[in-house]
């Protein structure tokens, strides 16, 4: 099972995350109140082990900001959270080297997926970082031989069906483990994360589930 912390704002947080066991943290670059600039997103990664995937978060961005921005905070993936088309996300991947797709759940988009060449499928709430839970059902119109990442309203509490129902590749959280808006809870993490992982149908075997291995960078 493959986890990703996503809303990091410092980098507190961002070690926590990894040392309860995170397979990747997510930066929003995106309008949010979770934005976060480059050059403080740098400092972090710096300083986090090479295995862990470093992801950051744009919306409806031109593909050469993605990439500048990218190699600017020094995140090994990026993530397309908006309405981007097929056209975009390739552009993208052509110098990224993980990408992931977002899609809202009962999205006519979602069925098409494959066209976008994204390494993995995120199926999120119709409103990003709202802590809303989606209609896990809906998750059935994806591509089924696609890398699913499931977000939306998971919680400590919630992940555990949430992986039973949807069997997904991973699970990416980030309200549901805050003390207040950007600012991660110690305790909310170790649960889900626990949770997560007591509740994969096989334990996580590490970047082998990956088709980079991040540490050989």
């Known amino acids: 099972m493959f986890i990703k912390i996503c809303g990091l704002t410092n980098e507190d947080d961002a070690l926590l995350a990894v040392a309860l066991g995170a397979d990747a943290v997510g930066f929003v670059f995106a309008p949010s109140p979770r934005q976060v600039a480059p050059a403080r997103v740098f400092d972090i990664t710096r300083r986090l082990p090479p295995e862990i995937l470093t992801v950051g978060v ?4 031109l593909p050469e900001r993605v990439i500048e921005i990218a190699a600017a905070a020094g995140v090994k993936g990026v993530q397309l959270h908006g ?3 097929p056209e975009v996300t ?3 991947k052509e110098r990224v080297r993980f990408v992931i797709q977002a899609f ?3 999205s006519d988009a979602l069925a098409r997926a494959a066209e ?3 390494d993995a499928i995120l199926i999120d709430s119709a409103t990003p970082g709202s802590g809303t839970v989606f209609d896990w059902g809906l998750v059935d119109d994806a591509p089924q031989d696609a890398r699913i990442l499931v977000a939306g309203g998971l919680t400590p509490e919630n992940v555990a069906t949430a992986i039973k129902r949807v069997e997904p590749w991973g699970v990416d959280v980030s309200s549901g483990v805050e003390s207040s808006v950007g600012k991660k809870d110690a305790v909310k993490l170790r649960l889900f994360i626990e949770a997560a992982r007591a509740a994969a149908p096989q334990p996580y075997r590490g970047p082998d589930q990956l088709p ?4 050989d960078e």
């Open 116 to 118: 976008h060449g994204a």
């Open 90 to 92: 390739r552009a993208v």
């Open 58 to 61: 744009f919306r409806d961005e």
């Open 104 to 106: 809202p759940a009962g």
């Open 83 to 85: 309405h981007e088309p």
């Open 212 to 215: 980079y291995d991040w540490a």
